[in-house]
């Protein structure tokens, strides 16, 4: 779990992730795990921002609740601030919201506090992966409402779904699929579940 081979290619760290052992109320998957390998994180981070090196990016804003994790690792190694773009209903300060579907098809609602986004700010906007593409979408309609600029999106996984494919198209992206795993991805079952070990 902890070792790091000698040969990092890009996404080597993707077999690290964990398969749903629980059903069909959770997610497929548990990309949660790789951040537990230091040099896994750090290699994440990196394939992340690799299309951004010549962005000006002000600020970085990670989704709740796992985007907090990556997008503080991103802001980190850019040397920027973090933003969190929370649930509704936590943060103490006024708030803009906006609702949206998530990917289990929920109606929820996220909050951004109003005294940090700022009309030119370019803001580089990091969840931990995009299914349905529903709350990276409302999160870019949230920080564009308060008149700031995505500079892009950046996430584990994009899946090419309606939603995913609207970002891709829309927005500069990210993500650390290489293209021979994509539709593995986008069948929600990776070939490194068969020697998983729990």
Not at 85 to 104: F, I
Not at 157 to 163: F, K, L, S, W
Not at 179 to 189: A, N, R, V
Request: proline share 4%; glycine share 8%.
């Amino acid at each position: 779990m902890l070792a790091v081979p000698a040969d990092r290619h890009k996404g080597w760290y993707l077999s690290l992730m964990a398969p749903n052992t629980k059903g069909p109320m959770f997610a497929w998957l548990d990309p949660s795990r790789l951040y537990c390998n230091s040099q896994a994180l750090a290699d994440c981070v990196k394939d992340l921002l690799s299309p951004f090196h010549n962005d000006t990016i002000d600020l970085v804003a990670g989704i709740d609740a796992m985007g907090f994790i990556l997008g503080a690792s991103v802001a980190t190694t850019l040397g920027k601030g973090f933003l969190a773009v929370r649930k509704a209903g936590h943060l103490c300060v006024k708030t803009q919201n906006q609702s949206y579907t998530d990917y289990t098809g929920r109606e929820k609602t996220m909050e951004v506090r109003l005294d940090v986004l700022k009309p030119g700010m370019r803001v580089l906007l990091v969840d931990q992966w995009i299914e349905t593409g529903g709350t990276m979408k409302a999160a870019i309609q949230l920080v564009e409402r308060l008149g700031a600029t995505v500079v892009g999106v950046a996430a584990v996984a994009i899946e090419n779904t309606e939603g995913g494919k609207w970002i891709k198209e829309n927005y500069k992206f990210s993500h650390c699929i290489p293209e021979e795993l994509q539709s593995q991805i986008d069948q929600k079952y990776l070939e490194s579940f068969k020697s998983f070990n729990n």
